[in-house]
């Protein structure tokens, strides 16, 4: 049966994919890692095939993850499907990975268009090496999730949702990741490399990328002067430190700088994370709530749909069964107090039989003749 409680992580990024095992709410044991080449992947088959039934979730962090805010006319139906899908090929070709996540409304007066993300990856090849596998096993795949978009998860859990927010963390194999929301919004996302973990080299790199970024969302007219720029920087300590005396709250900006150990105990991590990769932080939030899937399609989660079907119909089968034997458990019961009243009514009326038949007893008979009665009278 689907064990829908106990799942197996996955986390990829350009140069590797990582594996975790999450049972009773956390994770669990060391986690496997498999390099993108012939060797890895062949270890890869291996591994999965050891157990086809758990559910897995993967996660992606790559540079080639691509973002582009964009507005639609308001239609339903049909017509939004055909129109998502023409976007979808303009921007990403015939790429099976991509999605148009429908926001809001416009709020201008007139033909209020829709806001929409599309989201996708233009070279599908890196991530199917690692689909194609767990498609051909039959593995259960309950979904492949973006980074970016799972961000979001983080920021509430920190309360730093605001109507402009910049995140930025940093994961061990792929670099530093810049995601932009507007209130609970994704709008863009990007990401650079880091070539040196040393200090004060983060800094310098942090504080370029940080202009950057800025510069890009103002030339998509998506920072206002009037809304400040909300920046979290989620890093180890002794980088942080580095990098505290060049940031500065002011009236267009406020820098919230935290250790990846400090935001773990507030996602009910226990144990301590000395480095500056927020990769556990991630992980776990995909394991306590895998939440939407994003690019996996249909066909690559038909194992995973119908084994959860299956395991629905078990659950609802015993629920019928267990609602059966408790109405016939009842039944019995009452029938039982039925019993116990009717044996206790028939030995009431035996005993007030027996009283009547006692106060009978104890008076005379009486004969008198009525012709007796009618002489007397007669003769008065």
């Known amino acids: 049966m689907l064990n829908l409680f106990n799942r197996r992580l996955l986390f990829m990024t ?7 095992a999450w049972k009773q709410g956390g994770m669990v044991g060391r986690p496997k890692r498999f390099d993108p080449d012939e060797k890895g992947i062949k270890n890869f088959k291996k591994w999965i095939r050891k157990d086809l039934l758990t559910p897995c979730h993967l996660l992606i962090d790559l540079i080639d993850e691509e973002f582009h805010p964009d507005t639609v006319p308001h239609v339903l139906g049909p017509d939004r499907t055909a129109m998502v899908a023409r976007r979808a090929t303009k921007a990403f070709g ?3 990975f991509s999605l148009a996540l429908f926001q809001d409304r416009e709020s201008k007066k007139g033909r209020r268009d829709d806001r929409i993300v599309r989201a996708g990856l233009p ?28 961000s979001l998860a983080l920021l509430r859990a920190l309360k730093l949702v605001t109507p402009a927010t910049l995140l930025v963390s940093q994961q061990s194999t792929s670099g530093l990741r810049f995601s932009f929301f507007k209130g609970k919004y994704l709008k863009i996302s990007r990401m650079a490399r880091v070539p040196d973990n040393d200090p004060e080299k983060y800094s310098d790199l942090l504080v370029r990328e940080l202009e950057k970024t800025q510069q890009y ?31 500065r709250d002011s009236a267009t900006q406020k820098f919230h ?21 927020s990769d556990s932080l991630f992980i776990q939030l995909l394991g306590l709530k895998p939440g939407r899937n994003h690019y996996a399609t249909p066909k690559m989660r038909r194992f995973h749909l119908s084994r959860r079907l299956r395991t629905g119909l078990t659950v609802a089968s015993l629920v019928v069964a267990s609602g059966s034997l408790g109405v016939s458990g009842f039944m019995l ?21 027996m009283e009547y ?24």
């Not at 689909?131 to 978009?149: E, R």
């Not at 029938?335 to 039989?353: G, H, I, K």
């Open 333 to 353: 019961y009452k029938a039982s107090v039925l019993e116990s009243r009717w044996q206790e009514n028939q030995r009431l009326t035996q005993s007030l039989r």
């Open 257 to 277: 700088l935290l250790t990846v150990t400090e935001v773990a105990k507030t996602i009910r991590i226990k144990r301590d994370i000395t480095t500056p990769f």
């Open 217 to 247: 969302l103002r030339s998509l007219r998506l920072l206002s002067n009037d809304v400040p720029l909300s920046i979290a920087i989620l890093s180890s300590a002794d980088h942080l430190e580095a990098a505290r005396p060049r940031f």
């Open 123 to 150: 070279n599908p090849e890196p991530l199917a090496q690692w689909i194609d596998p767990l498609v051909k096993a039959q593995v259960s795949l309950g979904g492949i999730h973006s980074l970016p978009l799972v």
């Open 94 to 96: 015939k790429s099976p």
């Open 357 to 380: 038949r006692q106060v009978i007893g104890h008076h005379l008979d009486v004969a008198t003749d009525p012709g007796d009665i009618r002489k007397s009278v007669q003769l008065e």
């Open 14 to 20: 350009r140069d590797r994919l990582t594996a975790y």
